[in-house]
């Protein structure tokens, strides 16, 4: 009845538990909620002002399918100086939220047949986008050892001459690893060696912590910028998660090739977002700091009470907003735990296999959530464990 393209889509599992979620709270239960992965944080106020008041100026009406031409010149200077790069307005093309960035290069690169790299467990629309792009996947797994970074040596076996696409995704959802600059500089190697592309999810590079900036960048190697695709957005960084506003950043070329794929598909992004976003780049950027500063002690904390848990172990994650708990020793599927966990105990995570089959054994949990919901939560997953 459908086409091969769309036979494979599912949802997302952060999807599915959110619904039952919903259906136990309308049943009166109380639902502690670690599995969603968006900002608690509001939209900084001048930001959300500045989209307010485009909207009372009557800033509502098409804009050009790649994004006002003042808001891709802020983008290209802020991502360029914070992955010293030089970045040109034309390589920018704005998006209704950071997922055209993960579709459209796929489809503008990926011809059927063509073999894409990409992190299992990772975000699961790079293995949507793949089979609807008509790509063959080739997942490499993320090895808790190596702080979940590639398994290079899978990498290097998996990469060959049919490689077309390796999607990295750089702080990373769910384990929240960051790939070490060698790591990068290897992956560069070989993507040059067999002509690949990149597709750079950095997404979530401004959410670092332990003294780092920025996660490091693929696009800053030498020689690395022809051949990438950078995908980012206002979404975690500014907490505009409703605001559906990113961006991609490629060369020339290719970027005409995304701006025609958003012209016949989207048409363009909402004008009075743009006007918002244009605000969170040049307006103050305390509050980008002051919210890792929160994300990295609610982090500290979490990670300390989940190693109390006897049998359950994790890393300390260095970005993003997620902890990536391995609980293989119980010898339970992570499916069945977190079936258990929102139906016996209230609280609601994320099986580490919604991300992929090398997730088994691992739960994601999300700390963009107050701390007072995260030690009420892992009280509760403490006594379920002590329990098994």
């Not at 505009?240 to 995304?258: F, H, N, Q, S, V």
């Not at 020793?329 to 992570?334: A, D, E, Q």
Request: hydrophobic letters at 40%; a negative charge.
């Amino acid at each position: 009845m459908f086409a091969d393209r769309v036979a494979h889509l599912e949802a997302e599992g952060a999807y599915a538990v959110l619904a039952r979620a919903t259906e136990l709270e309308r049943q009166g239960r109380e639902i502690l909620h670690l599995e969603l992965g968006q900002p608690d944080f509001r939209t900084p106020p001048h930001v959300a002002r500045a989209g307010s008041a485009a909207i009372e100026e009557g800033l509502t009406r098409y804009t050009p399918p790649a994004g006002l031409m003042k808001f891709r010149e802020l983008i290209a200077a802020d991502a360029g100086s914070r992955r010293g790069v030089t970045i040109r307005p034309e390589m920018v093309v704005v998006g209704p939220g950071s997922k055209p960035g993960l579709f459209f290069p796929a489809l503008a690169l990926v011809a059927p047949g063509d073999e894409v790299i990409y992190p299992d467990p990772g975000f699961p629309t790079y293995h949507a986008m793949i089979g609807v792009a008509g790509g063959v996947p080739a997942p490499v797994t993320l090895r808790e050892e190596n702080q979940f970074s590639f398994d290079l040596n899978v990498f290097d076996s998996k990469i060959s001459h049919k490689t077309k696409l390796i999607v990295l995704n750089s702080p990373a959802n769910p384990t929240g690893g960051v790939i070490p600059l060698d790591d990068l500089k290897h992956i560069a190697a070989q993507a040059q060696k067999y002509n690949a592309w990149i597709l750079a999810d950095e997404i979530y590079s401004r959410l670092v912590y332990d003294g780092m900036e920025s996660a490091p960048s693929i696009a800053s190697i030498d020689g690395m910028l022809e051949r990438t695709v950078i995908v980012d957005g206002f979404s975690k960084a500014y907490a505009m998660t409703g605001w559906r506003l990113g961006y991609m950043i490629a060369p020339p070329a290719l970027a005409e090739r995304l701006e025609l794929l958003m012209t016949h598909s989207v048409g363009c992004s909402a004008m009075f977002t743009q006007y918002a976003g244009m605000e969170a780049l040049s307006g103050p950027q305390d509050f980008v700091r002051e919210m890792a500063v929160e994300y990295e002690k609610r982090r500290n904390r979490l990670v300390e009470l989940v190693n109390d848990i006897p049998g359950v172990h994790a890393q300390t994650p260095q970005g993003a907003f997620y902890v990536f708990p391995n609980v293989k020793s119980f010898g339970i599927s992570s499916k069945e735990i977190q079936r258990r966990l929102i139906e016996e105990q209230g609280v609601a995570v994320l099986a580490g296999t919604d991300f992929g089959p090398a997730g088994d054994g691992y739960l994601r949990l999300c700390y963009a959530t107050s701390m007072e919901v995260i030690e009420r939560a892992m009280e509760k997953i403490h006594t379920f464990f002590e329990r098994l």
